[in-house]
């Protein structure tokens, strides 16, 4: 070939070169921009809020600018720029950056505002302006906590004892309730109330500081939460503690069986028995933490709850029972329920009106069936022989849900009966009290004064 010919093949290599780089520079592929998590609306409160963005781009990330677009004009949050040049592109591809805002140091308004984050890229596209992409989040800015009253007036309630509370608060919450030390209860819409009135069921846990005191509070969605106190007494009870000696039928019939139901496996009796009395326990009580939440916000319930008929009180509410084999103490626990023994294979009826949540096995509960009464109020019935219910049949009071059994860990024929607010046991005595659930519960859910 001569010097021209390979003169022209060179400069169509060039050209071909040159069109390449020009096709990947020339990219029009808006940069990816996305804020992780929630994309809906925004609430932001008195506490700095953070919103992760994702960034990537194939030319490489150039500009990253985020405002705050607001009633009164725009606030600058955030410019970034990235290194690169117009002939090789970006240095950076891709990129998670944490965006802040601070109402209070932006000095913007209370209300609705847009956060407008900005990315564009180091394409030649747009005479080497670059692609760009915008994202636009709608934001709520409110620095207030809720207002929040009681309407309820002096309470008394017992320790491992329940108590209800009437409030108001004047703007829509993320959650609202009853904190006593660090549990918490749920408040529920006052049916025909006005409108923010809210009832809460709540107890003083057995093992409540000595000085707790229960505290209303509301929390907005923009994280912004108010406390507020009223007068509450609350009346100190000791409990029992009670030796419970396991003898050899029990260690050797009904412990065996039971792990191996439960598919807990080992030759010691005692070893086995502990890991049921403490991790099986553990692992029924967080189910049942996982049911109570489901609660409904109607209460179901009407009047005082019952005792089981004809039966007999063997074992009370909140004793300490040590376990002991053969003389050497083996395990602790403490007993949220009383048990109640009338004959073999007894009729187990709903304490009262409810919809039931749960009815199968539950480790240690045996065959067990949990009721919801709504407002956080459930109870439970442990050891069935048989269960005649499904979860979300809805049970008049006394219907049957039934027969009484010895089912899980429990050494003869008995129900194990348990009431439960929120995630807290409480004593059922008061509950199968009319005169109690007249004085303390009725009050606060008789209807508004017009
Ligand atoms: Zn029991």
């Known amino acids: 070939m001569t010097a021209r010919a390979w003169g022209i093949v060179g400069l169509v290599v060039v050209l071909l070169l040159a069109a390449a780089a020009f096709w990947v520079r020339w990219e029009t592929e808006p940069p990816v921009l996305a804020a992780q998590g929630e994309t809906g609306e925004l609430f932001v409160g008195a506490k700095p809020t953070t919103v992760t963005f994702d960034l990537g781009d194939g030319s490489g990330l150039r500009l990253f600018a985020v405002r705050l677009r607001h009633a009164d004009g725009e606030a600058v949050i955030t410019t970034t720029e990235y290194p690169g040049d117009a002939l090789t592109g970006g240095r950076i591809p891709y990129e998670t950056v944490d965006v802040t805002l601070d109402p209070a140091t932006l000095g913007v308004p209370q209300g609705d505002a847009v956060l407008v984050a900005e990315l564009t890229d180091w394409s030649w596209s747009g005479l080497l ?77 057995r093992d409540a500081a000595p000085d707790v005191t229960p505290k209303v509070f509301a929390r907005d969605r923009a994280g912004n939460e108010r406390e507020v106190g009223w007068p509450v007494r609350v009346q100190e009870r000791s409990f029992t503690r009670i030796p419970i000696r396991l003898g050899a039928n029990f260690m050797e019939g009904k412990v065996p069986s039971l792990a191996g139901e439960l598919g807990i496996e080992g030759d010691d009796a005692v070893a086995v028995f502990q890991t049921i009395n403490r991790d099986e326990r553990a692992r029924n009580e967080e189910a049942i933490r996982a049911a ?53 294979g007894a009729p187990i009826e709903a304490s009262n009106a409810g919809v039931v949540v749960h009815a199968e096995p539950l480790g240690i509960y045996g065959n067990c069936v949990i009721v919801d009464h709504g407002l956080g109020l459930m109870s439970l019935y442990a050891h069935l022989r048989e269960i005649d219910v499904k979860v979300g049949d809805r049970v008049a009071k006394a219907q049957r849900l039934g027969r009484s059994g010895a089912t899980g860990l429990a050494g003869g024929d008995h129900l194990h009966f348990a009431i439960l607010v929120g995630a807290t046991y409480v004593d059922p005595k008061e509950w199968w009290d009319p005169k109690w659930v007249r004085d303390r519960i009725a009050p606060a859910m008789a209807a508004a004064l017009p």
Not at 161 to 186: P, Q
Not at 307 to 318: D, E, G, I, L, P
Request: proline fraction near 4%; avoid cysteine; hydrophobic fraction near 40%.
């Open 292 to 344: 109570v939440v489901k609660s409904g916000a109607t209460a179901l319930f009407d009047g005082a709850f019952t005792q089981m008929r004809n039966s007999a009180v063997t074992s009370q509410f909140a004793e300490h029972r040590t376990y002991y084999v053969d003389g050497k103490s083996v395990s602790e626990a403490i007993h949220y329920g009383y048990d109640l023994a009338s004959v073999s």
């Open 129 to 205: 302006a670059g692609n760009t992409t915008t994202v636009e989040i709608p934001v709520s800015i409110d620095r207030e906590a809720p207002k929040l009253s009681v309407s309820s007036g002096l309470t008394y309630v017992q320790r491992a004892g329940s108590g209800a509370v009437r409030y108001r608060v004047l703007e829509a919450t993320a959650d609202d309730g009853v904190r006593v030390g660090d549990a918490t209860f749920r408040g529920y819409p006052f049916p025909g109330g006005a409108e923010g009135e809210r009832i809460a069921l709540f107890a003083i846990p």
